[in-house]
């Protein structure tokens, strides 16, 4: 079964989707339509910014929502029988079944952006990459640093071996000292504009619920694999729900796609910019075929 899959922030570059936009008329008429819905030419920095104008959470998520979007929408034959995206991946996994227009896609991507900017204003924090050690002792130690005190959380359960980490900034530095202690192979903090997926966004989640309550969304033509259970999901209200705990919930990537291989899926194809989750996918299953489209 071909399954569809589409990335998070993180995977944009300066000059993604330019080939698309200049060589297949229909992914132009997108992007023209996305600049007009957002009120400014995010082409123009999507093509030919800087890295610093494309890094900024109110570009970035758009961008990679469109490249992730129209590179599905413009593939001569696009039949998904599951999919999943994930983090901000999700909106265009929703969009690509058809749960989702482009537009109210597109809206709810960038009222999401302005969220989680607002949210990291109000509550700076940060992420972190650990490598090496098994999850459930990252998640240990995550709760003994948080019950004294501090917050931190186990995020993005991105494959075995590799999981992010999330927080103030006090408590993933903590928390990174005591995963080196235990062994971690790594434990670096990322450069990211806040404490994604963790109680730091309970604002963006809350401004988020009313601009997703408020948008049509449809039973999807496949089934979704949602990121706070890993498990797909046809009915509407419960795709609902699911996207708005998904700002402060862990990302079950793992379990998401070993939940797509048990329903049947041999063919993981990632839509967008980059190649991280054929990485993901590959460290998660080898004998899965994993391949991108840009």
């Known amino acids: 079964m071909k399954a569809f899959v589409f990335p998070g922030q993180g995977a944009q570059y300066v000059g993604m989707g330019k080939d698309l936009y200049e060589q297949n008329a229909k992914a132009k008429e997108l992007f023209d339509k996305a600049n007009d819905i957002l009120g400014y030419r995010i082409t123009d920095i999507m093509f030919n910014g800087t890295d610093d104008e494309l890094k900024e959470t109110k570009v970035t998520q758009p961008a990679v929502f469109l490249h992730s979007v129209i590179s599905a929408l413009c593939l001569d034959e696009f039949s998904p029988e599951m999919v999943a995206g994930h983090s901000l991946g999700e909106f ?159 990302v079950r990537w793992t379990e998401t796609v070993q939940n797509m291989i048990a329903g049947g899926a041999d063919e993981f194809t990632e839509c967008g910019p980059g190649k991280a989750l054929q990485g993901m996918i590959g460290r998660i299953d080898r004998n899965v075929a994993a391949h991108g489209i840009e």
Request: proline fraction near 6%.
């Open 92 to 250: 265009s996994a929703l969009v690509a079944a058809g749960a989702l227009s482009f537009e109210d896609g597109l809206k709810l991507v960038y009222a999401r952006a302005m969220a989680m900017q607002k949210a990291c204003e109000q509550a700076p924090g940060t992420m972190a990459a650990v490598i090496g050690l098994p999850d459930e002792t990252i998640v240990s130690i995550c709760k003994e640093v948080s019950d004294q005190g501090h917050v931190v959380v186990a995020a993005n359960f991105n494959c075995p071996g590799q999981l992010v980490i999330s927080g103030s900034v006090e408590g993933v530095n903590s928390a990174c000292e005591k995963l080196k202690e235990a062994g971690a192979k790594r434990a670096l903090p990322l450069k990211v504009g806040g404490a994604f997926h963790s109680p730091l966004m309970q604002p963006a989640k809350d401004e988020l619920a009313a601009a997703i309550e408020a948008t049509e969304i449809k039973a999807p033509s496949c089934p979704v694999y949602q990121n706070v259970d890993a498990r797909p999901h046809t009915d509407a209200a419960e795709i609902k729900a699911n996207l708005i705990a998904q700002l402060t919930s862990s």
